[in-house]
């Protein structure tokens, strides 16, 4: 028996909008305040870490964005599965 189900388009996250969510992960208040507070306890430059804590971002987005197209289906499926049984 072959199901597959597809979420409603509302329910749906746009590839364009999901570029604008992954940029402001990415350059956030926290990673742009991130140098100045380092700056203030150790009196020297943090370049290094801001440009590393970036690329792990990157990469932490990257494995979730990948993950979630892998188990899209799986994930769906048992959420609602998980509403049956509890209604």
């Not at 964005?65 to 998980?82: A, G």
Request: proline share 2%.
């Amino acid at each position: 028996m072959k199901i597959y189900i597809e979420p409603k388009p509302q329910n749906m996250v746009n590839s364009f909008l999901l570029i604008f969510v992954i940029h402001s992960m990415q350059v956030g208040v926290g990673i742009q305040g991130f140098q100045r507070i380092i700056y203030l306890e150790t009196r020297h430059d943090a370049w290094i870490s801001v440009i590393i804590s970036g690329v792990a971002t990157a990469i932490l987005g990257f494995i979730m964005v990948k993950t979630l197209s892998y188990m899209r289906i799986r994930i769906y499926l048992e959420s609602n599965m998980m509403c049956l049984e509890s209604g």
